[in-house]
């Protein structure tokens, strides 16, 4: 992550009015009947569907239980708020951190909701973010085995044809609400004048998140950004992106690469489309396959963004931006659970079509001699004067 700044706000807590036991043996079922009757005269109760916890949480009730079970010994842990609080169930506490999060709401508006107080709200989540960092990490990691990296490089390579493909690259802008007049706050604002963090992610074909770097200030550009991550300084050792080569027809070795977009400096191990005033037929031949393949990336932001609406939305000045990247970081988490929980419930969520609108691309000149030979090697590959 990147260097992050932010003031911690504490506020009064109140008496709640939202209460539970702790249900080591709580059946799930029973669970969720005393909680919408908790949140029946709140706004969460206005879904008229027929499932309402679907509705809420926009996943299934496995993916919660699942999500439960991570953080169960520490959140029975801390499941008593401070001394005006009462003691609120696992359940609850979850509950309350993933409508947090998938809302991105107010903690005023969520806690009006479900009876709470803004900083019962606030202690819930964080609890679960901490967790959540630690017991859900399993889900976002770089392909540890040969076995799991082949399956990746053959689902790429079924979308428009790239070889030895390991990932997609893009960058998201995350919005944040910070005094303008400071002039120390300079540094968020980005090119459309928005205070912001950028995420950065490698996306797998799957949409899952292997990597990101997050927490950068939105002044900082794609380049500079990945110059800084410890992705880039892992490939540059080469204890990253070395997996076998492939031979072609001609003898040539392609190695493994990812894909990025003109934003990103052209690398031995990431390719980045042709670009110029003129291009070839092959070129921009070359660039639509990209493009097709880039689109996961694209894509996995829009979904995180639409699922986790904190993550797409200003952030309140109660979420400092020391915060704020680590919250991120369990969104990605959960992002991915859902998709190796295979959760059907996501799929019913309508996306728009891009994560960043109104964001002008910048144009990275950066090219590496290496990196423009392999470019040139997969046009060649795509479109039939070379194979393997």
Known sequence: ????????????????????????EEDPNDWWDKFSKRISTGTLSMSKVSDKFQSIFKISRRTFGYICSLVNEDLLANSSLGRNSKILSVYDQVAVALIRLGSGDSLTRIGDSLGLSQSTIGQITWRFVESMEVSGLKHLKWPSTEQEMTQIKTKFKRIKGFPNCCGAIDSTHIMIRLPKAETSNEIWLDSKKNHSIVLQAIVDPDMRIRDISIGWPGSMNESTILQHSGFFNLCQRGERLNGESIELSNGSQVREYIVGDVGFPLLPWLITPYHGRELSETDFEFNKHHLATMMVAQRALVRLKERWRIVQGVMHKSDQTNKLARMVFVCCILHNI??????EVQDKIPSSHYHDSGYQKEFCNSVDQNGSILRDKLSLYLFGRLSP
Do not use: N
Not at 1 to 24: H, I, L, N, W
Not at 338 to 343: E, S
């Open 1 to 24: 992550m990147g260097p992050v700044s932010g003031k911690k706000k504490r506020r009064k807590a109140k008496q709640d009015a939202f209460v539970s036991t702790p249900e080591e």
């Open 338 to 343: 859902l998709i190796d929980l295979k959760d």
